[in-house]
């Protein structure tokens, strides 16, 4: 892979920079707001990411995957409109029928479950068009999005609580103003390039794109459940504050790794694509190194760390932020590793890899949940346990047969 020395150290500065504000947003949010609106806020978006895992992560992944066929074909990019659109009158069509459900139940959250699918689409469109643009080469258009988006997210926070109480759903609102700023800035960059104006299109259909996005979505639920399904498990027994206390913390180390996991799959992954999938081995090999460097780092400044980006409370709970570091960095490894089988049309094979995972969650949880263990140290173990179990089990599946030089059945 080459890659200009220029856009090399502008991307990462850039990547820094997005890591930094969002960080800033973590420090601003988790001083105006108190560990139970905190919890609140979690699960409010964890519900909303319910939806992408269900129908929109699986659709990005096809899109991606078609990515440079369509580019090498001179088929234009609306060729995904299509797609699209079926997908945009599900999330509506399941979005009225919430809506119409909720009124008869409590009127009062029909504007907080409004906020909850809101957010899922903008999400995705954002997602979906800054990994075009990425794996188009269109680097800085993807990276100076990210750091708009943290720059607006944070004026629209310090806008609101001029006139609001700071609360779980004011903070909703302003990542969802910013989110939609962006998408609409996304829009009118993907607009212009040559990719989207070509005139002929491809035809995708519905059969083609289920067969290879059903692995994928049963996959995405799973990961759900093992990353964020601890949320609306320990919100009804009770546990919002312990909750809001641990995602609090963990997000800092968790977005502490991301900032390098980002950087890292910014500059590589586009290469697992052009190259087939035949770089796997060093972008996993590196990816491990990465990790290493950032629980290092950690080890040693990690009460610093934490009440840097938060507030004092939460520098007695720092050894947290590892819980973070080794999910976000699990999540890297697994990354690449389906990329890989998705390129050779084997994403059926993470099935398995994502079942193995969800048993260890529900055993973990079960083993906290009957023992009555349950504290802010130990409602991460189910998380990190699950995550160990999909890696180990993915990097076996790629890398022993990749070794021998056998395909995967």
Same mark, same amino acid.
């Given at each position: ?15 820094? *920079? ?19 609106? &905190?919890?609140?806020?979690? *699960?409010?978006?964890?519900?909303? =990411?319910?939806?992408?895992?269900? !129908? ?20 234009? &990019?609306?060729?995904?409109?299509? @797609? ?16 119409? $459900? ?6 009062? +959250? ?32 993807? %990276? ?15 806008? +609101? ?9 004011? #903070?909703?609102?302003? $990542? ?9 800035? #996304?829009? #009118?960059? +993907? ?22 996005? =059903? ?21 009804? &027994? ?8 641990? $995602? $609090? ?33 060093? /972008? ?23 009440? *840097? !980006? ?8 720092? =050894?947290?932020?590892? =819980?973070?570091? @080794? ?45 009555? %263990? ?21 990097? /076996? ?13």
């Amino acid at each position: 892979m080459t890659i200009n020395k220029v856009v090399f150290f502008e991307i990462i500065f850039f990547r820094s *920079l997005s890591i930094v504000l969002q960080l800033v947003f973590l420090k601003l949010y988790s001083n105006y707001l108190s560990v139970y609106e &905190l919890g609140i806020y979690y *699960l409010l978006v964890t519900l909303s =990411y319910s939806i992408n895992a269900f !129908l929109l992560v699986p659709l990005d992944y096809f899109q991606q995957s078609k990515l440079h066929y369509l580019k090498s074909a001179q088929k234009s &990019l609306r060729s995904f409109l299509p @797609l699209n659109k079926q997908i945009f009158y599900i999330v509506v069509f399941l979005m009225v029928l919430t809506e119409c $459900t909720i009124f008869f139940i409590d009127s009062s +959250l029909l504007f907080t479950v409004l906020l909850i699918f809101l957010l899922s689409p903008l999400f995705y469109f954002n997602t979906v068009v800054r990994g075009f643009l990425n794996n188009l080469d269109y680097r800085r258009n993807a %990276i100076y999005t990210l750091v708009g988006e943290g720059f607006i997210k944070i004026s629209f926070f310090l806008l +609101l609580i001029q006139y609001f109480n700071a609360s779980a759903v004011l #903070l909703l609102v302003a $990542t969802i103003l910013a989110t939609f700023c962006i998408s609409v800035i #996304l829009y #009118l960059l +993907l607009r212009k390039k040559e990719e989207y104006l070509i005139p002929e299109k491809a035809t995708f259909s519905s059969q083609e794109v289920f067969h290879f996005s =059903y692995p994928i979505s049963i996959s995405a639920i799973i990961n759900w459940i093992q990353m964020q399904g601890y949320r609306v498990l320990l919100a009804p &027994l009770g546990y919002i504050e312990i909750m809001g206390l641990y $995602t $609090t913390v963990s997000n800092v180390g968790q977005s502490g790794m991301n900032a390098a996991s980002v950087i890292y799959s910014q500059l590589f992954v586009p290469n697992l694509y052009k190259t087939n999938g035949k770089d796997i081995f060093g /972008y996993t090999k590196i990816a491990f190194g990465v990790i290493l460097v950032v629980i290092l780092v950690s080890t040693f400044f990690s009460k610093e760390i934490v009440t *840097l !980006l938060t507030n004092s409370f939460f520098s007695q709970y720092s =050894y947290l932020i590892f =819980y973070g570091i @080794l999910a976000e960095g699990s999540n890297m490894i697994i990354g690449g590793l389906s990329i890989y089988l998705m390129i050779h049309n084997l994403t059926a094979k993470t099935i398995v890899a994502s079942w193995a995972g969800l048993i260890t969650f529900i055993v973990s949880f079960g083993f906290l949940y009957f023992l009555n %263990i349950f504290s802010v140290w130990t409602i991460g173990l189910p998380i990190i346990f699950s995550q160990l179990g999909v890696v180990i089990y993915m990097i /076996y599946l790629v890398f022993y047969k990749y070794k021998k030089g056998c395909e995967i059945e």
